[in-house]
């Protein structure tokens, strides 16, 4: 695909000079010569390749730049924005990288370098390009039977069921622990349901401050509050015809637990600062990794609700209650780490290697043994098989456990590094707050009962 660069500078001269050059090179070029025409250009076309000087009009004062970088990243956030920055300008270029600009050349610049970053971000953007497909195809793969394996009765119970939901339109609340599939079956049920060809949209709602949460659902107005700039549709419009799946019910607000009953009950939604409701047909999936019943009992979370989105509840077993599963489960992820490590020859895993699967308890389910496949891949380099000594240690039943401290243990997976981030990032808002959850939330951008949950999770209350 042809990029389009788009040259900003307010000197023509300059302009002319690169446009011809780029040109030769195959791009196409579009050019501003102050903020307003360069905004409006972006809208115009394609451009993901930026290159902009920071002295602009009206001041010339690279503040100026500096601001338009903002605003170019926050309308095309895939866009590669190269800066072009005067001598002294060093400090504030490297501070527009950090908030997401690609590079920065130092004038006066060489026409040969230019050329290069050009080229290099163009390559970037196409990596990009291709992770995005292979990221579609691996998901569209997943909404298939091929991605839902298992043979171990309580995962067959489930899946019948699940199946059964499919033709109908009642809504369906999946529960289980964290990593057992709950948002596998929910595509699977849509890909099953008379809404296939339909939107599969689907949202996290502990991961959404309350009010951001109320508009990305439900959409809002333009005005409706300072950041609404422009009318937004939120999901349940985007979903219209097809499922939505509300995973971390549970984690959902009281206020707006009220809101999405009536859209239950009324089929209506109500946009923020908007006068009137609009009619959807979205077929609404719930998850949660929480005992509702015991929150409806502690009044936190409504019972009417409660009893609206469990129209049929499909509970999902854990790992370690369906072991049976586990080398069908390990080969699978095995084939599918080949996508990510393309040359790798490992396709067998030895007896040894599968007992100590077989040994664990798996806490973080199928996706921790996910995980698990990714690394031991990895680590088994130019082997055709996965051994014990490719397993991380905790699994070779030799390592010490996890540290109870804030660093993951030496060889620790992709997701316990993550649980050791978030951790550790939960303990320190709570150090900055003196302890206060709601404002400590509010710093993470998490709702309080989001941040509640996370705590019990990582043993921090
Ligand atoms: N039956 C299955 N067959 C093959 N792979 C599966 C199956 N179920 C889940 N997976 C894989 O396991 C991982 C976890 O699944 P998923 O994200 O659906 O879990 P979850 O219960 O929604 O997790 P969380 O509660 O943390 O959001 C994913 O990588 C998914 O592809």
Known sequence: M?????????????????????????????????????????????ARLVVLDLMLPPTGRAEEGAALADRLLAERPAAKVIVVSGAGETPLALRLVERGAYDFLAKPVDPDVLLSVVARAAARLALEDRVAELERSLAAREGDASAMLGQSPAFLEART???????????????????????VFARYLHARSRRKDKAFIAVNCGALAPTLLESTLFGHRKGAFTSAIKDA??????????????????????????????????????????????????????????AL???????????????????????????????????????????????????????????GAMRR?????????????????????????????????????ARRGSAPAAPAGDEPAEGATLEEKIAALERREIAAALRATQGNRSQAAARLGLSRQGLLNKMDRHGLK
């Not at 579009?30 to 115009?44: D, H, I, T």
């Not at 069921?161 to 599939?181: H, K, Q, Y």
């Not at 790992?319 to 080969?331: E, I, K, N, Y």
């Open 161 to 183: 069921l699940c199946e059964r939901a499919a033709p109908t339109d009642v809504p369906v609340l999946i529960t289980g622990d964290s990593g057992t599939g709950k948002e």
């Open 357 to 393: 699967l077989e040994a664990c308890d798996w806490p973080g389910n199928l996706r921790e043994l996910r995980h698990e496949m990714q690394r031991a891949l990895v680590m088994a380099g130019g082997r055709g098989e996965i051994l014990e000594e490719d397993l991380s240690p």
């Open 233 to 290: 549709p939120g999901l349940f419009v985007e979903a219209d015809g097809g499922t939505l799946f509300l995973d971390e019910i549970g984690d959902m607000e009281p206020a707006l637990q009220v809101k999405l009953l009536r859209v239950l009950e009324t089929g209506e939604i109500l946009p923020v600062g908007a006068a009137r409701p609009l009619t959807v047909d979205v077929r609404v999936v719930s998850a949660t990794h929480r």
């Open 293 to 351: 019943e015991s929150m409806v009992a502690d009044r936190t979370f409504r019972d009417d609700l409660y009893w609206r989105v469990r129209g049929i509840e499909i509970a999902l077993p854990r790992l370690a209650d369906r072991v049976g599963d586990l080398p069908l489960l390990a080969q699978h992820f095995l084939n599918l780490s080949r996508a990510l490590v393309p040359r790798a020859p490992a396709t067998a895993i030895s007896p």
């Open 2 to 46: 042809t990029e389009t660069v788009l040259l900003i500078d307010d000197d023509p001269g300059f302009r002319d000079a690169y446009r011809e050059l780029l040109a030769l090179e195959g791009y196409a070029v579009a050019e501003a010569g102050a903020a307003p025409k360069a905004l409006s250009e972006l809208r115009r076309t394609s």
